[in-house]
């Protein structure tokens, strides 16, 4: 789960009681919400929930596997974001950044997908050695000693 690959975005209003449900199904496959020290956001905790229910109906065999060839095919039944305004959009956001050339702004997420992969094990090795340190082996010490050299400061 979690590659970087192409995808569409989709936007959707979650109701309360599939809300909850999601939380439940998160600790159900393992996800430790709090590992995440709050940056984990609803709407890819319900990325993860979909695509671990769409995998488990895949394996029982209830949909088919795709090899992804079909996905043009099969997207062309839903209409597409206008091109036009998508466009339009760009010029305006261009148009802005143009106008405030002083304006400078912090990525909020990493730049390096494999620095963000590292700080989410060295907060969990960090939370891991702080509530259980009985159950922290040797291997778990060695690999946070590098983690905290490169995000302890």
Not at 128 to 137: G, T
């Given at each position: 789960?979690?590659?970087?690959?192409?995808?569409?975005?989709?936007?959707?209003?979650?109701?309360?009681?599939?809300?909850?449900?999601?939380?439940?199904?998160?600790?159900?496959?393992?996800?430790?919400?709090?590992?995440?020290?709050?940056?984990?956001?609803?709407?890819?905790?319900?990325?993860?929930?979909?695509?671990?229910?769409?995998?488990?109906?895949?394996?029982?065999?209830?949909?088919?596997?795709?090899?992804?060839?079909?996905?043009?095919?099969?997207?062309?039944?839903?209409?597409?974001?206008?091109?036009?305004?998508?466009?339009?959009?760009?010029?305006?956001?261009?148009?802005?950044?143009?106008?405030?050339?002083?304006?400078?702004?912090?990525?909020?997420?990493?730049?390096d997908f494999?620095?963000?992969?590292?700080?989410?094990?060295?907060?969990?090795?960090?939370?891991?050695?702080?509530?259980?340190?009985?159950?922290?082996?040797?291997?778990?010490?060695?690999?946070?000693?590098?983690?905290?050299?490169e995000f302890?400061?």
């Open positions: 789960m979690g590659n970087l690959t192409g995808g569409d975005v989709v936007r959707m209003r979650i109701n309360p009681k599939d809300s909850m449900r999601i939380v439940d199904a998160l600790h159900r496959i393992g996800v430790d919400v709090a590992a995440y020290h709050g940056t984990l956001s609803f709407s890819h905790a319900t990325k993860m929930v979909l695509e671990s229910c769409l995998m488990a109906l895949e394996k029982d065999g209830l949909i088919p596997t795709r090899d992804g060839f079909e996905y043009t095919e099969m997207m062309a039944a839903f209409p597409r974001r206008d091109e036009a305004k998508q466009s339009r959009y760009k010029q305006i956001k261009f148009t802005q950044l143009d106008s405030h050339p002083s304006h400078t702004t912090q990525p909020i997420v990493e730049d494999d620095k963000a992969k590292r700080r989410i094990r060295y907060n969990e090795l960090i939370i891991k050695h702080e509530s259980d340190p009985i159950n922290f082996d040797n291997s778990e010490l060695i690999e946070l000693g590098g983690l905290i050299s302890q400061t």
